[in-house]
């Protein structure tokens, strides 16, 4: 629990209280979010935690009580008896001073942020090495054209790709085993040593084939990392800045990438038969720190109460949380949001410790089919945005495609652009940490969808320019800006989003499909750019995916390419299902946000369309002083 209230006003300690509406937790049609310990009477509340205590065998029975009074009112703190001023001034300091959290927290979320380090070095890696290895390993001639064009530009999407596919169709599905046997930490430490090993693999491989079956095992490790990193960092974090530190996976997965860039322009000059395999090598730097961290963290919670190790859990809370008692009142409060997980679907962890039902569950059970659906659209709606064109190719598109045009100067030219990117991919995710929790993760994104499309297209159109200097500086301003607000947008919201959607019994499968979605259709993007850009030119290929992401009352493309207008129609679905499917998880607990899946996809659109929309036209377009009646109703 946290800094949200979950209460009626005036609920004082001995009051008789009127029976709680019990809330469907499949089909929440008064779309409630209910505190699952407003059901107890006061008494009623004390014999529940002298049971919890007693049957988990913990001790301190009086702090568990303090804690339940806090979990059930958190409003009311100051009310119970017995508090600490140390206590008191924790509790405040919730909401006072959200960031000042203890020391295992912080170096819990580090170790976090270089796993997504590893994630986006990994990435970019091959960004440069694209200049290299193909004449390298014997798919150009001396002069730097193809020996066979059409086997050259597939050959070179499959290798980029062959991460991102291994990952979406093997690695992401590893994660849960590994989680579920190992842990959170374990999980990790497995897909660090599988990058570690295959990224120095890679940098040693004498054949494009030795380079690809690298890259293969590579993408075992970035699925198992991107599945479990964020929910670690969610499982861990309170929900009072839980989307902050969440989406430290983006922000540090951009660091990464900047990283990348930086290996990349650093040692291009090392000689030609070297510095592709640095540049693809170098990524085993930030593993080395991660494996460390790792000694250091707390096994998540969450973890623990799913196998019943409730000291365990304690213990870990202790580390992750200021005061004891906080740890105590979050202990109690997960394992209530739990016993509703178990009532919900009936099955709790023996049934659903089985693969194949909860994977049929993400799709059969109510609340968990809308979390589902929510995840699917938003990481694919990452792809559909058109950044990995510039995270993976945009050395290759600053020379036209053209591996004959690499010269010296030239290649250094693509590589500071690419930095220039990276720089400003980091810099502008920063904005995010502190307006997603107060402004939300769908407004964001419904923000910044629409001036991405608009940048992307206008970025597509310069490449019509001939090769001149006004050619490289408008495309570059463009795609600049394309970066900058993509960043604290679409850049860390699905991520951050996938990994707290899901409930405890199903965060590993759920998150595992939802990483798959996006990894898939990266590794499908990386396959077919190549051959776009050579059947299409730069301008048709990055024009497509300007299409993809643009409203359909933005026309006048029709210039830059005749192949992107038989794509109009997903100009309109990747904006309209996020406003559409996509609730917002705001400043809620993990647990609370059962209640907030629970309401029915219907009710949800019909609630957008005949009353959100509606506000914003009288309150924005015709000036008038209205106030826009909430979805969701607080318990």
Request: aromatic residues 14%; proline residues 5%.
């Amino acid at each position: 629990m946290s800094d949200i209230s979950l209460i009626s006003a005036n609920r004082g300690s001995n009051q008789i209280e009127e029976a709680p509406v019990k809330v469907d937790l499949n089909r929440n049609v008064q779309a409630l979010i209910e505190n699952p310990l407003h059901e107890f009477t006061p008494d009623g509340l004390m014999a529940d935690v002298e049971d919890f205590v007693r049957s988990k065998r913990l001790d301190d029975l009086e702090l568990f009580k303090r804690a339940a009074k806090i979990a059930r009112d958190p409003q009311y703190f100051d009310r119970v008896t017995g508090l600490v001023e140390e206590e008191k001034d924790a509790l405040r300091d919730e909401t006072r001073h959200r960031f000042e959290q203890p020391r295992g927290l912080w170096i819990t979320i580090m170790t976090c942020s270089v796993g997504a380090i590893v994630q986006g070095w990994v990435q970019t890696g091959t960004n440069g090495a694209n200049l290299a290895w193909p004449k390298a390993l014997g798919l150009l001639n001396s002069d730097g054209r193809p020996n066979n064009l059409e086997s050259y530009v597939w050959i070179l999407g499959i290798v980029n790709a062959a991460p991102y596919l291994a990952s979406a169709l093997v690695g992401c599905w590893l994660s849960y085993p590994l989680n579920y046997r190992f842990g959170r930490r374990g999980a990790i430490l497995f897909a660090a040593v599988i990058t570690f090993a295959f990224v120095l693999g890679s940098a040693f491989t004498q054949t494009w084939q030795q380079l690809l079956a690298c890259r293969i095992f590579l993408g075992l490790g970035m699925g198992v990392k991107a599945s479990t990193v964020p929910i670690y960092a969610a499982e861990t974090a309170p929900a009072y800045i839980r989307g902050g530190l969440v989406m430290g996976w983006q922000i540090w997965v951009a660091f990464g990438i900047l990283l990348g860039f930086s290996a990349n322009l650093a040692i291009f000059q090392t000689g030609e038969n070297i510095a592709w395999r640095l540049q693809i090598g170098s990524a085993f730097i930030p593993v080395i720190p991660l494996f460390i961290g790792l000694y250091f963290c707390p096994e998540s919670p969450r973890w623990y109460i799913k196998k019943n190790r409730y000291h365990d859990a304690f213990k870990a809370l202790c580390s992750l949380r200021n005061t004891r008692l906080q740890a105590a009142r979050d202990l109690y409060y997960i394992h209530a949001q739990a016993r509703l997980d178990g009532n919900m679907l009936s099955s709790g962890e023996d049934k659903s410790s089985k693969f194949i039902t909860r994977l049929q569950e993400l799709f059969f059970v109510p609340r968990i089919r809308r979390a589902t659906l929510a995840s699917f659209v938003v990481m694919l709606a990452q792809q559909m945005c058109g950044i990995n064109i510039v995270v993976f190719y945009s050395s290759t598109l600053y020379l036209g495609a053209d591996p004959s045009n690499a010269s010296p100067a030239n290649i250094e030219t693509a590589l500071l652009v690419s930095w220039g990117f990276g720089v400003l991919n980091f810099l502008f995710a920063w904005p995010a940490v502190r307006y997603i929790d107060p402004y939300g993760r769908r407004s964001l994104l419904l923000l910044t969808f629409p001036l991405m499309a608009i940048t992307l297209l206008v970025a597509a159109c310069c490449f019509l320019i001939g090769p001149t200097a006004a050619h490289l500086g408008l495309t570059t301003t463009f795609i600049f800006i394309f970066a900058a607000i993509y960043s604290p947008g679409e850049g860390p919201v699905p991520f951050t989003y996938s990994a707290e959607a899901f409930p405890l019994f199903h965060r590993e499968v759920g998150m595992g499909f939802a990483v798959a979605v996006n990894l898939f259709w990266a590794g499908i993007l990386t396959v077919v750019f190549p051959r776009m850009t050579d059947a299409f030119t730069a301008t048709g290929a990055v024009a497509f995916f300007a299409y993809v992401v643009l409203q359909s009352e933005i026309i006048g493309a029709e210039r830059c390419t005749e192949h992107s207008l038989g794509h109009r129609a997903l100009n309109v679905i990747a904006f309209v299902m996020i406003f559409l499917w996509v609730p917002e998880t705001k400043q809620r607990t993990l647990e609370e946000l059962n209640s907030i899946f629970a309401v029915p996809t219907r009710q949800h659109m019909h609630y957008q369309t005949a009353t959100y929309l509606p506000y914003l036209y009288r309150r924005y377009i015709m000036r008038r002083d209205v106030e826009l009646e909430p979805l969701y109703k607080f318990e």
